[in-house]
């Protein structure tokens, strides 16, 4: 059997969003950007800690799951196989203007992979300490017919990067327990400089 982390594989895609009042005046052009510090994890309670240093976030990695960095973004896979998370960092001046219930609902929506266009919910305010926003759907994967509950996660530190994880779990109940403990990694999520170490 093709396993879950398979059906979902892949980073969470980058999309350009186009902003409109945003003339040519110098007058007009943003602040500089307040230099980005180092944010130290929370408590991680037997967890271990991941950095990306090349993205610039670190989080609490739980026991059994594996973690992979792909250059800006991370994969991780839940010890039992049944829950995907991918996460990437944005610092881009769009991804910072842009609302966050508009980022998040875009991104799901442009989730490749699944039989039909993914349909995001009403966005829901995701408890962590930077600006948090999640929307959910469900969607049927391609080529093998499993259902899955498609998460996404955007958190948004002012002014200096925003940050989005994509939960992919299987839909069935066997998969409850890892999309708990996947939303419990995802609020472990702090950003720091790229570069920056442990």
Same mark, same amino acid.
């Given at each position: 059997?093709?396993?879950?982390?398979?059906?979902?594989?892949?980073?969470?895609?980058?999309?350009?969003?186009?902003?409109?009042?945003?003339?040519?005046?110098?007058?007009s052009d943003p602040a500089?950007?307040?230099?980005?510090?180092?944010?130290?994890?929370?408590?991680?309670?037997?967890?271990?800690?991941?950095?990306?240093?090349?993205?610039?976030?670190?989080?609490?990695?739980?026991?059994?799951?594996?973690?992979?960095?792909?250059?800006?973004?991370?994969?991780?896979?839940?010890?039992?196989?049944?829950?995907?998370?991918?996460?990437?960092?944005?610092?881009?001046?769009? =991804?910072?203007?842009?609302?966050?219930? @508009?980022?998040?609902?875009? %991104? !799901?929506?442009? #989730? *490749?992979?699944?039989?039909?266009?993914?349909?995001?919910?009403?966005?829901?305010?995701?408890?962590?300490?930077?600006?948090?926003?999640?929307?959910?759907?469900?969607?049927?994967?391609?080529?093998?017919?499993?259902?899955?509950?498609?998460?996404?996660?955007?958190?948004?530190?002012?002014?200096?990067?925003?940050?989005?994880?994509?939960?992919?779990?299987?839909?069935?109940?066997?998969? =409850?327990?890892?999309?708990?403990?996947? @939303?419990?990694?995802?609020? %472990? !999520?702090?950003? #720091? *400089?790229?570069?920056?170490?442990?």
């Amino acid at each position: 059997m093709t396993r879950p982390a398979a059906l979902v594989a892949g980073l969470a895609a980058a999309f350009a969003v186009a902003l409109g009042g945003c003339g040519s005046d110098s007058a007009s052009d943003p602040a500089p950007r307040p230099a980005e510090t180092f944010d130290e994890l929370p408590p991680l309670a037997g967890w271990k800690p991941h950095v990306n240093s090349s993205a610039g976030f670190a989080f609490g990695l739980p026991p059994g799951w594996e973690a992979r960095n792909r250059g800006t973004a991370t994969g991780v896979t839940s010890l039992d196989q049944l829950a995907v998370v991918t996460i990437s960092a944005d610092r881009t001046r769009e =991804a910072l203007e842009l609302p966050l219930e @508009e980022f998040a609902s875009r %991104t !799901l929506a442009a #989730r *490749p992979g699944y039989e039909r266009a993914l349909s995001p919910n009403e966005p829901q305010g995701f408890e962590h300490p930077y600006a948090g926003v999640a929307v959910e759907a469900e969607g049927v994967a391609k080529g093998t017919g499993v259902a899955q509950r498609v998460e996404v996660v955007v958190l948004r530190r002012s002014k200096l990067v925003t940050l989005t994880a994509v939960i992919a779990v299987n839909a069935s109940p066997a998969g =409850a327990p890892s999309a708990v403990i996947a @939303e419990r990694m995802v609020a %472990t !999520l702090r950003s #720091r *400089p790229i570069g920056g170490g442990v």
